[in-house]
């Protein structure tokens, strides 16, 4: 062996010592240019094959271009390493606790109150019935909200008693705030020829406040009218309703002959129920009844007052109350807890702001 | 009304079981709310008392051996005084419930006496309130048999709830009669009274209503001379506490037992002290009555009396006097048997505030055929129980029964009903129920009876033949159905409205309903409080105008969650308020309320960041999220500083299209309104007139405007205005869109500085350009001559210069 692959040797061993002792991206950067730099080590042995002869060089060429090469393949090893090693120190210096909570979104936090989810429920239902949503006015005449419905002057539901009245206007006239949904059945006949199919929710007010009495309360009311709809239709929608609203696949129902100024013949409904569990109404089962709703043919004279011929047309009306069914349905106790407005209420029984109720969706899945 | 079975079957032959007939009675209208068939009593049984000692260790205690009819007699230890050797009572095993102390009876040990039982009082029994010894029987009672079956006390008492049309099930028989033509039995048919009457009722009477309007259309007396008026007959007494009414007198019970039989009340004065003859008119203002309740009633000419010399002797069909009340010194009763105007009768029980069971048939309208009959029926009963001589009837004012005649095509039952009734069936219902007919064929008429003043027209009719055949006759048939896919069925409107809700909702508020009316001085604040829009007859004096704003009602409620502990709250409500009192002036708004940090992010503390307090601009972002869900163009709407006198002058906002429409208000609270609203803060809120946002324009198709997108790349450019103080940053932002609308998509405020450094009454506002080439990209100089055309629009409308 000759001197200079001796001295070949010996500098390929310091170079590979020094990359291997390299702890960072920096001094093996200084290995490099001490070793390849422009006078680096093994760069000054390449300038030495210009000046040598040609069988000199033969030997000597690839002695020298092996050492660079190897030399060039364990500087990118060592700095893959040391690239490991400190993207393993980083991330492990970035760790986060991540079982902190974060912040819950809106969406979730906001709610709906059960009437609006519960009329939105009662749309969805009769909608795919054909029926549309019929408003009115909060405050109406007299004659829209008891003459026009064929109560006797006199009638109890006249006197103050049971209705809010304001102050008498120049006219002697005195308005009031309805006492049930049924005016916009005359706003409607009087605007719209039938056939009328139409349910309508909405504010109702008396003058009552205890445990179950609210003086602010809501109602929804429906209303059939063209040349054929009777008693057998009437029990059909209101089955059909009960089913689809109280999610199950069956319900019995009593209609017992009862009495309103405005229908006749006039029935109120109750439904087959499950009581035995405390807090929970379950339908479909059981053996109890609850009263639901009220209903009948819509009366003679309430057709003429909205323009009908009773002996051309006819139709059904029913009414229950939105707060009522939404009570039974959610399991609400208290009526008055509905205008309170305490927010832990509205997160418990409210409903989240996405769940909207449809058909095809199911009404409160 | 309530009845008993026995009652019932006076009236009605019927093998009818009680579940049978409770359950025909719901089904034919007359609606069954309760069953009491005195099962709680079959367990007493009739008990001897065979030997009575000392209790060894009390004074007051008995131990008594008593025979219960077993054989072998039970050991009972008792604290009755009367109990004793030889008395036979009513005795409860071990395991009985004893409804008068709720309790259910064990094996006993009382002072180291075992007591297998108990000999009960009647208060135990929940028989009367008698409680001063234990029930005493005949000395025949059947030891060992049911007590309340030997005493009769096990006859089941229905109540029915019963609808203000049908004054014909007022009474027992007509109750009967209801069921008889339902086909549950037979009515049997009451004989006529058989007594002789004899000389002119010494008594006479006058209707004096002068120019008024009569409240009596009728009235019949009968002076009945030398009774007996003392305890009724057991069975009498039996039935009337059956029903829940005391016995107090014969001849009280009489009536008692009459308005219930018959649904006929009647009226006795004792004949002693009435003075002179009797005249019935409207009472004068002022004058008063001791009424039999022991309440002394001031009387106003609304009110019908009946008065003689010494003044008003009894309510008309209300309630009697006190004065002339029957008593056991009574031996001549005058018997009044009268029609009143049930209107008047129903406005003076509520006037007085008086609830009789004469008032409850009265204004339901008692049978005017009825009349004279049961001053018969009532005659002979007086007679039956008291004796005495009769004097012929006195009737005053009656006119007679003219039958309403109603038209009637038996097909009107399947036109209104959908059942297939035969028109025999129907016609022969109507007989069964006591109406006429008249004429044959399939159009008959029909004459109602006098006691149904309810039935009027066909329909009425209908129902007469549905409830008798039954309503669970008729099939459910589907409503014929439209046969196509529904179209949209809610109302722009109602669109909004729903939208409103979800969009407040998503933003984390929750949903109040508050009531639509508001204290005066609350609806004053908010700009409300016209006469018009006050109630004459408001429930509290809380609750007395409604509402011109929905924030008043959301405050009020954030407060009360606050008083709670809960004070970040964020509260909407989507509703009615009112401007005027006709239709067009109840508006539809949505309206907000956040309190304390309750901001979209979240509230309160948290490792991230605690909540800042809320302020007018969580209350404008509310507001736009509502304008956008319902629609409303927002990029033509401005943003005018100020808002109504409720807000924070300085930090609130009205939000309008074009110069006149106002779309809604935001802002912080003016310090005044939390002070009257007794409520703190830090509170911001916001009101959107959905009504007002106008109808979205019919488009012919679907299809969105073509997407146009630039090729050339975006680029943001910032500038830093100084500007006075009190200029917005929207007309900056306006200033320099207006550079270029072309080349300028949008322009957003980042920073807004103020400090000494840029001199007193100045504020830098930063804002950046998004500037988007269309055609080319831009040189270096398109972009110097953009950025001196914004510079130069900024200066000219605000004023602005280029922060060095």
């Known amino acids: 062996m000759d001197v200079i692959t001796n001295d070949l040797q010996t500098l390929e061993a310091g170079v590979m010592a020094e990359i291997a002792s390299a702890s960072d991206e920096a001094s093996l950067e200084a290995v490099r240019v001490g070793a390849l730099g422009k006078k680096g080590t093994i760069s000054e042995k390449l300038k030495t094959l210009g000046g040598m002869s040609a069988e000199e060089r033969q030997v000597q060429g690839p002695a020298i271009n092996g050492l660079k090469n190897r030399v060039t393949e364990a500087l990118a090893a060592r700095k893959s390493e040391l690239r490991q090693v400190a993207v393993t120190a980083r991330l492990a210096a970035e760790k986060l606790d991540v079982t902190l909570p974060v912040r819950q979104s809106p969406a979730e936090r906001g709610r709906i109150h059960p009437i609006s989810q519960v009329i939105d429920e009662i749309a969805a239902i009769f909608g795919d019935l054909g029926f549309t949503i019929a408003e009115g006015p909060d405050i109406e005449t007299d004659h829209y909200n008891f003459t026009a419905l064929n109560f006797p002057e006199g009638h109890p539901a006249r006197e103050m008693h049971d209705t809010f009245f304001f102050q008498p206007d120049e006219k002697g006239e005195r308005k009031l705030l309805r006492t049930h949904t049924s005016p916009v059945q005359i706003r409607t006949m009087e605007t719209q020829q039938p056939p009328i199919r139409i349910v309508i929710p909405g504010k109702t007010y008396r003058q009552d406040s205890d445990a179950t009495h609210s003086p602010m309360f809501h109602q929804v009311e429906g209303l059939v009218v063209d040349k054929s709809a009777n008693i057998a239709n009437l029990k059909w929608v209101l089955e059909e309703f009960c089913k689809a609203f109280f999610e199950v696949p069956s319900v019995t129902m009593r209609f017992r002959p009862s009495f309103f100024p405005f229908t006749e013949p006039s029935m109120e409904v109750d439904i087959q129920c499950d009581r035995s569990r405390p807090g929970e109404v379950r339908f479909g089962e059981g053996s109890d009844w609850m009263e639901i709703l009220g209903c009948g043919m819509v009366h003679p004279n309430v057709l003429r007052a909205g323009g009908l011929d009773p002996d051309e047309y006819q139709g059904f009306a029913w009414g229950m109350g939105i707060d009522r069914i939404a009570m039974l349905k959610y399991g609400m106790p208290d009526l008055r807890a509905f205008f309170d407005a305490d927010v832990r209420w509205l997160q418990h029984y409210g409903f989240r702001p996405l769940d909207m109720p449809t058909l095809f969706g199911g009404l409160s899945t | ?804």
């Open chain 2, 1 to 804: 009304m309530k009845l008993t079975l026995s009652w019932l079957k006076d009236h009605l032959e019927t093998d009818a079981t009680l579940d049978q007939i409770v359950q025909r009675l719901t089904a034919i209208g007359l609606e069954v709310e309760a069953v009491d068939d005195k099962a709680g009593l079959r367990p007493f049984t009739i008990a001897k008392v065979l030997t009575a000692e000392k209790h060894p260790d009390a004074d007051k205690l008995q131990v008594l051996s008593v025979d219960i009819g077993s054989g072998s007699p039970v050991q009972v230890v008792c604290g009755a005084p009367n109990a004793r050797a030889g008395l036979i009572g009513a005795f409860a095993a071990p395991g009985t419930y004893v409804p008068g102390i709720d309790t259910t009876l064990s094996v006993g040990n009382i002072r180291g006496v075992e007591s297998r039982g108990m000999m009960c009082s009647e208060r135990e029994l929940e028989l009367s309130d008698e409680h001063n010894g234990i029930i005493e029987l005949p000395e025949d009672a059947p030891v060992g048999q049911s007590y309340a079956a030997w005493a009769q006390l096990d006859d089941p008492v229905i109540e029915i709830n019963l609808t203000p049309n049908h004054p014909d099930a007022t009474g027992v028989y007509g109750i009967a009669r209801d069921l008889a033509a339902s086909g549950l039995g037979t009515l049997k048919q009451p004989a006529a009274p058989t007594f002789q009457a004899s000389g002119e009722c010494p008594v006479d009477v006058s209707l004096d209503f002068g120019d008024t309007p009569s409240l009596c259309p009728g009235f019949a007396l009968r002076l009945v001379r030398d009774v007996r008026n003392g305890s009724s007959p057991k069975w009498m007494q039996q039935r009337l506490m059956a029903i829940g009414l005391r016995p107090i007198n014969a001849l009280v019970d009489i009536t008692n037992y009459m308005t219930f039989d018959q649904g006929r009340p009647l009226h006795v004065f004792d004949a002693a002290k009435v003075q002179g003859d009797l005249t019935v008119r409207r009472a004068r203002d002022g004058e008063t009555v001791l009424a039999l309740d022991g309440r002394e009633y001031t009387l106003n000419p609304e009110i019908c009396v009946i008065a003689d010399d010494n003044g008003v002797e009894s309510i008309a069909g209300v309630m009697g006097g006190e004065h002339s009340g029957c008593d056991e010194s009574t031996t001549d009763v005058l018997i009044e048997s009268a029609l009143w105007e049930p209107l008047n009768i129903a406005r003076t029980g509520r006037s007085l505030g008086i609830i009789t069971d004469a008032r409850y048939r009265f204004e339901r309208g008692v049978d005017p055929e009825g009349m004279v009959p049961g001053l018969e029926r009532a005659t002979e009963l007086v007679l039956e129980l008291c004796g005495g001589q009769p004097t012929e009837s006195r009737v005053v004012g009656y006119n007679g029964y003219t039958p309403k005649v109603v038209t009637f095509a038996t097909t009107e039952v399947k036109r209104l009903t959908g059942l297939d009734v035969p028109g025999e069936q129907s016609l022969e219902i109507f007989q069964r129920l006591g109406f006429g007919i008249e004429g044959a064929g399939y159009i008959v008429d029909v004459s109602v009876p006098s006691w149904r003043p309810d039935v009027d027209g066909k329909a009425d009719l209908v129902e007469e033949v549905m409830r008798m055949v039954g309503i669970d006759q008729i099939a459910s048939a589907p409503l014929a159905s439209h046969d196509a896919v529904n179209g949209r069925i809610l109302t722009t409107l109602q669109i909004r409205t729903r939208n409103a809700r979800r969009a407040l909702a998503v933003r984390g508020m929750m949903e109040a309903v508050t009531y639509s009316f508001i204290p005066e001085s609350q609806a004053k604040a908010f700009g409300g409080g016209s006469p018009s829009l006050k109630l004459a007859n408001p429930i509290a004096a809380d609750m007395s105008d409604m509402r011109p704003s929905l924030l008043p009602g959301l405050i009020a409620a954030a407060q009360r969650n606050a008083d709670r502990g809960i004070g970040d709250v964020a509260l909407f409500e989507v509703s009615g308020t009112y401007e005027g009192n006709v239709p067009d002036k109840q508006r539809r708004v949505a309206a907000g309320l956040r309190r304390g940090t309750a901001t979209l992010e979240g509230s309160g503390r948290h490792w991230s960041g605690a909540a800042k307090p809320v302020g007018v601009f969580d209350a404008k972002a509310d507001a736009f999220a509502v304008l956008e869900a319902c629609g409303a163009p927002v990029y033509k709407l401005q943003v005018e500083a100020g808002g109504p006198s409720w807000y924070h002058p300085g930090r609130s906002g009205t939000i309008k299209l074009g110069p006149k429409v106002v779309l809604g208000t935001f802002g912080e609270f003016h310090p005044d309104t939390l002070d009257l609203l007794d409520a703190n803060g830090p509170l911001a809120g916001f009101e959107v007139f959905v009504d007002a946002i106008p109808e979205p324009k019919q488009k012919a198709t679907r299809t969105k405007p073509k997407l146009e997108l630039s090729s050339f790349q975006a680029v943001k450019r910032d500038f830093a205005f100084v500007v006075e103080r009190d200029v917005e940053a929207g007309s900056i932002s306006k200033a320099a869109l207006g550079a270029d609308k072309k080349l300028i998509a949008g322009v957003s405020v980042f920073d807004i500085f103020e400090g000494a450094a840029l001199g007193e009454g100045k504020k830098s506002v930063a804002i950046e350009v998004a500037i988007q080439p269309l055609d080319k990209t831009l040189t270096e100089e398109d972009f110097e001559a953009l950025a001196a055309k914004i510079v130069e629009n900024v200066g000219k409308q605000t004023g602005g210069v280029l922060r060095g």
